[in-house]
């Protein structure tokens, strides 16, 4: 028999011959060495040195294998965290993003203290109507539907095979009532509405080649790629949300690192007002918000 530890050590040093560097090498084998395993981190600490189980290493192997050829972690485990919970993920979803979970405490933060004109007492009643356009893995609609029970959160992607993943993980995470729809920007849903949300895709089509091989390689180009400038989808977007919204409304946009500038000028010259950036932890704004001029509609209006 064979100690969990040496298929491990064996696993780090064929992804280290791969290219990646020790540290990467014991995290990602670690990683996926306990998933197999079912262990948690003080399971690993007390329980490396026994006998590894009947299938182990093999299961590991092709893991492993697959990471060599950089398939990124959360596809080989068919899962990611975002914001407490854990989102199922395929190949044909964005993993979701840490730099995700800003845009949904900006939007949580608009639809707190949203109730802002004299028919306030009657909208602290009515259900904000939202929209995330290009949902992905679902990770933006569905938390913001179990972080503000009262909304009613539509999502939109033009990719069927990823609308059937965010089905799933509505399902099991307990947002059943989020409706899904097939097709571009705001697609069918009926309008206007109070807070379009959206992680687009932004990544200048030139930039492919300086991504890391896990992104470029392995993560959907539908989901990446906003044309040359990576504002592609972005320009047809902003005026299609101006259009959509509810005076009073709001379009929240997670960005790409420098767009900030040029985005905002697209959305004043769209009619937005009020524009605000949100930065990173290091002080990058990575999400925008906008703001269409006027008193909130009464609800129902
Ligand atoms: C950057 S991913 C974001 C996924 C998810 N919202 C997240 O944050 O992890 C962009 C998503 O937009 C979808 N998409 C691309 N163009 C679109 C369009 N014109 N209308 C709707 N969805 C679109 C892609 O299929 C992809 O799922």
Request: charged share 20%; hydrophobic share 50%.
């Amino acid at each position: 028999m064979t100690a969990v530890a040496s298929v491990v050590n064996a696993a780090v040093a064929r992804l280290c011959a791969a290219g990646f560097s020790r540290d990467e090498a014991r995290r990602d084998v670690g990683v996926l060495a306990r998933a197999i395993l079912g262990w948690s981190l003080e399971d690993w600490l007390a329980r490396s040195s026994t006998n590894a189980p009947a299938a182990f290493a093999a299961t590991l192997d092709a893991l492993v294998a697959r990471r060599a050829r950089y398939e990124p972690v959360a596809y080989l485990l068919g899962e990611k965290e975002f914001y407490g919970r854990v989102f199922r993920v395929t190949h044909h979803t964005l993993i979701p993003r840490p730099e995700t979970e800003g845009l949904v405490d900006a939007a949580l933060a608009w639809l707190a203290r949203r109730p802002t004109s004299p028919h306030d007492a009657q909208r602290a009643c009515a259900a904000a109507r939202i929209v995330d356009v290009g949902t992905g893995s679902g990770c933006i609609a569905i938390t913001l539907a179990l972080e503000a029970t009262s909304a009613v959160v539509h999502a939109t992607d033009i990719s069927a095979d990823a609308l059937a993943v965010a089905r799933d993980n509505a399902t099991h995470l307990g947002a059943g009532a989020v409706h899904f729809h097939c097709g571009s920007l705001l697609a069918d849903v009926a309008l206007p509405v109070d807070l379009i949300v959206s992680n687009p895709p932004y990544v200048p089509a030139q930039d492919r080649f300086s991504l890391q091989p896990d992104v470029a390689d392995h993560e959907p180009a539908t989901a990446l790629f906003g044309g040359d400038d990576g504002l592609e989808v972005i320009r047809h977007l902003i005026p299609e949300a101006r259009r959509g919204l509810a005076a009073g409304g709001v379009l929240i946009m997670e960005i790409g690192i420098g767009q900030a500038d040029n985005i905002a000028g697209l959305l004043e010259a769209a009619g937005f007002a009020g524009i605000e950036r949100h930065a990173d932890l290091q002080g990058i704004a990575r999400v925008i918000e906008a703001h269409v001029p006027g008193p909130p509609a009464r609800p129902g209006l």
